[in-house]
T-cell receptor, first 111, second 111 residues
Framework: DTAVSQTPKYLVTQMGNDKSIKCEQNLGHDTMYWYKQDSKKFLKIMFSYNNKELIINETVPNRFSPKSPDKAHLNLHINSLELGDSAVYFC??????????FGPGTRLTVT | AQSVAQPEDQVNVAEGNPLTVKCTYSVSGNPYLFWYVQYPNRGLQFLLKYITGDNLVKGSYGFEAEFNKSQTSFHLKKPSALVSDSALYFCAVRRTLDMRFGAGTRLTVKP
């Protein structure tokens, strides 16, 4: 009974393609996030949704589009993939005490 | 702006020795501070947090952290390190809508 799950775990694709990463949490949390972790392990927030509404949209290229069909799901769609998009993408949800629960990550490699 | 800094990229300790991973913070008002751990190829896991109350906070896996208001620090400690503690450690501070993570410190515990 995984709390925060992401699919796929690995994604290898070519430049210019469009891909999606899915995230689901079964914790009943209202707030979810997408983070990008680069090769130096720096963790950067990309988006946050609260109860299906976008509340944080950091300076991320508009090729990245999050979608939250319901508060348990937050998906990330990426258009026209570039080499610099290669990273590990983490989904997370947050409880009322501000603890965040992270998914296992999706390692995206753009060739 | 709420932020944290981890001054050390890497900390090396011998198994059985005490360990300290440093974190300093810069916040306005009362800080909510967190420590997370990331094992290889995994998402971040919550270790402990400080919101208010006792300056010494105990967390998972025998870790503790000391909140020091005069030094604006929140160092992570463990009395006796294990090889299995080797991982990447992130300090974080709660912001209004999200959490800001430090750059991470890689802890290596040698047998």
């Amino acid at each position: 009974d995984t709390a925060v799950s992401q699919t796929p775990k690995y994604l290898v694709t070519q430049m210019g393609n469009d891909k999606s990463i899915k995230c689901e949490q079964n914790l009943g949390h209202d707030t979810m996030y997408w983070y990008k972790q680069d090769s130096k392990k720096f963790l950067k927030i990309m988006f946050s949704y609260n109860n299906k509404e976008l509340i944080i949209n950091e300076t991320v290229p508009n090729r990245f589009s999050p979608k939250s069909p319901d508060k348990a799901h937050l998906n990330l769609h990426i258009n026209s993939l570039e080499l610099g998009d290669s990273a590990v993408y983490f989904c997370a949800s947050r409880d009322i005490f501000y603890e965040q629960y992270f998914g296992p990550g999706t390692r995206l490699t753009v060739t | 702006a709420q932020s944290v800094a981890q001054p050390e990229d890497q900390v090396n300790v011998a198994e059985g020795n005490p360990l300290t991973v440093k974190c300093t913070y810069s916040v306005s008002g009362n800080p909510y501070l967190f420590w997370y751990v990331q094992y290889p190829n995994r998402g971040l896991q919550f270790l402990l947090k400080y919101i208010t109350g006792d300056n010494l906070v105990k967390g998972s896996y025998g870790f503790e952290a000391e909140f020091n208001k005069s030094q604006t620090s929140f160092h992570l400690k463990k009395p006796s390190a294990l090889v299995s503690d080797s991982a990447l450690y992130f300090c974080a501070v709660r912001r209004t809508l999200d959490m800001r993570f430090g750059a991470g410190t890689r802890l290596t515990v040698k047998p």
